[in-house]
């Protein structure tokens, strides 16, 4: 448990036994007792700060993993390299990282964590469902949360979520070196790398656009990238979009989600 976990929890703990005096006392007053003297402001409304006890103090006085840790665990039980770790497994591991990062404070930690890079590289990973997973990951990391556009748009993420939408199979952790991030999970590798001219698969190019849309929608920045990308693959997109004019930004998801569905 870490030293600013461990006063939380007891300043927390030094608030609600006041709280809770306070309501004692406040009862026995109404009762025509004479309430207990009380260092507590005599507020008959007080109640126990519940609302600052976090899920990581929860999680301390329960013995339980933070959701850190878990997040930690799941990444490095999905990039392992043990034989004897399935893929099934693997893919239970991502989908409960999908579901700790649909908190934003949760998809934050990725980028403290380093999480972000080992999770980029994944989408160039030799199995299709592996990268499905990653892109549905890196698409619910980034909705609605700056922070997170902002680290995929610094570690090259959006040039990938473009490529992966048209259908081009993007490189792995084995042919692009590491920068930008912690090194937080060891052993990443890329099992199967894409042949010269391979395709995306359907299932993965339509995650791509999911996330792809989610990056760009209110974030100028990797809109502005994400229209340079296409039109540099000859797609016929507006050469200005506004990243916060939702028709607009549909006309151009909608036409890549058909393009994915035609493949």
């Known amino acids: 448990m870490s030293d600013k976990n461990l006063n939380n929890l007891l300043k927390w703990s030094i608030e609600a036994q006041a709280a809770a005096k ?31 006890l976090t899920p990581e103090m929860l999680a301390a006085i329960m013995g339980g993993p933070s959701d850190a840790e878990l997040m930690q665990a799941s990444m490095q039980l999905i990039t392992s390299t043990d034989p004897e770790v399935t893929l099934d497994s693997k893919l239970t591991a991502f989908d409960n ?8 404070d949760n998809a934050n930690l990725l980028g403290k964590m380093g999480l972000w890079t080992p999770l980029l590289e ?8 592996i990268r499905l ?17 902002e680290r995929l748009l610094a ?4 040039e990938k979520l473009v490529a992966m939408a048209l259908g081009e199979r993007v490189p792995g952790a084995a042919t692009e070196a590491r920068s930008g991030d912690q090194e937080a999970v060891e052993g990443v590798t890329t099992t199967g790398e894409a042949a010269e001219g391979e395709q995306e698969t359907k299932e993965v190019r339509r995650k791509a656009v999911y996330a792809l849309s989610s990056a760009v929608r209110n974030y100028q920045p990797a809109m502005d990238l994400a229209t340079r990308e296409l039109a540099s693959k000859g797609e016929s997109v507006a050469e200005k979009t506004d990243a916060t004019d939702m028709d607009a930004v549909d006309l151009i ?11």
């Open 97 to 104: 990282l999908e579901q700790l990062i649909e908190s934003i």
């Open 133 to 149: 997973m990653a892109a549905w990951v890196v698409g619910t990391a980034v909705q609605n949360n700056e922070p997170s556009q």
């Open 22 to 52: 306070t309501n004692a006392a406040a009862a026995a007053g109404a009762d025509g007792q004479a309430a207990a003297p009380s260092d507590a402001p005599q507020d008959a409304t007080a109640q126990p700060h519940t609302s600052q």
């Open 122 to 129: 994944l989408l160039g990973h030799g199995d299709p469902q």
């Open 155 to 158: 570690l090259g993420g959006v």
């Open 253 to 263: 998801i909608t036409g890549l989600r058909e393009k994915a569905a035609a493949a």
